[in-house]
T-cell receptor, first 115, second 113 residues
Framework: GENVEQHPSTLSVQEGDSAVIKCTYS??????FPWYKQELGKGSQLIID?????GEKKDQRIAVTLNKTAKHFSLHITETQPEDSAVYFC??????????????FGKGTHLIIQP | GAVVSQHPSRVICKSGTSVKIECRSL??????MFWYRQFPKQSLMLMAT?????????EQGVEKDKFLINHASLTLSTLTVTSAHPEDSSFYIC?????????FGSGTRLTVV
C-alpha cells in the first residue's frame, strides 16, 4: 500500500519568515495530495490540495508543489503569522478527491511561529 | 458553514459501554464516507470506508465487530464503538469526498474511564 513520509516533525520559524514542509510518497498511482491543518483539540481543516496533473498551486500565502517523478510534494507558507501555529498533515490518495479511495497521512509537522 | 457535521464532539463513557458517533453530509448525498482515528501526537489513521447500502470496508487490524459502521442513508454514517475500553480513547474523525476534495467532520474526543 501507500506510504507517506513527512518532514520535519517539528518546525520553528520566526514570525514573518517562510516555512516549508516536505512529504514523499511511495505509490506512483497516487494522484491527489491534500494538506490539512489541525489546531489543538480540533478537527482537521483542508488548507490546500493538488492533483497530479498540476505542478504547483497557490492560494494567498500558501502554496503546494508536486514533483511526480521524484514522488514528493511540499507545503510552503510565506509571511508566517502566529495563527499559522498548528500541526500540518500531508496526505496522498489514488482517488481524485471525488473518488472512493481513503487517504494515507504523513505523521504530521508541528509548526511553531516564534514572535 | 460546515458541510460535514459530526456529533458528539466530546464523550466520556464507562468501560464496557457502547458509544455511537454520527457523521452527516449536509450539502450532498455521500455514497462513501471514511472513519479515521488519531491517537495523541500521532497521525490520522484510516479505520474503515463506509459504503451506503453495503458493508463497510475495514483496514487491516481494525476489528469490525468492535467498530460497527452503519451507512443506512446517503447523508448519515455512524460509528459505534462497542464494549469500549480505555485503550479505545482517541480522537475519531469522519471524512467525505466530493468535487472539492476531502472534507472532515470536526472530530469526536472519546474518553473511556
Amino acid at each position: 500500500g501507500e506510504n507517506v513520509e513527512q518532514h520535519p516533525s517539528t518546525l520553528s520559524v520566526q514570525e514573518g519568515d517562510s516555512a516549508v514542509i516536505k512529504c514523499t510518497y511511495s505509490d506512483s498511482a497516487s494522484n491527489y495530495f491534500p494538506w490539512y491543518k489541525q489546531e489543538l483539540g480540533k478537527g482537521s481543516q483542508l488548507i490546500i490540495d493538488i492533483r497530479s496533473n498540476v505542478g504547483e498551486k497557490k492560494d494567498q500565502r500558501i502554496a503546494v508543489t508536486l514533483n511526480k517523478t521524484a514522488k514528493h510534494f511540499s507545503l510552503h507558507i510565506t509571511e508566517t503569522q502566529p495563527e499559522d501555529s498548528a500541526v500540518y498533515f500531508c496526505a496522498a490518495s489514488m482517488g481524485t478527491g471525488g473518488g472512493a479511495d481513503g487517504l494515507t497521512f504523513g505523521k504530521g509537522t508541528h509548526l511553531i511561529i516564534q514572535p | 458553514g460546515a458541510v460535514v457535521s459530526q456529533h458528539p464532539s466530546r464523550v466520556i463513557c464507562k468501560s464496557g459501554t457502547s458509544v455511537k458517533i454520527e457523521c452527516r453530509s449536509l450539502d450532498f448525498q455521500a455514497t462513501t464516507m471514511f472513519w479515521y482515528r488519531q491517537f495523541p501526537k500521532q497521525s490520522l489513521m484510516l479505520m474503515a470506508t463506509s459504503n451506503e447500502g453495503s458493508k463497510a470496508t475495514y483496514e487491516q487490524g481494525v476489528e469490525k465487530d468492535k467498530f460497527l459502521i452503519n451507512h443506512a442513508s446517503l447523508t448519515l454514517s455512524t460509528l459505534t464503538v462497542t464494549s469500549a475500553h480505555p485503550e479505545d480513547s482517541s480522537f475519531y474523525i469522519c471524512g467525505r469526498t466530493g468535487n472539492n476534495g476531502y472534507t472532515f467532520g470536526s472530530g469526536t474526543r472519546l474518553t473511556v474511564v
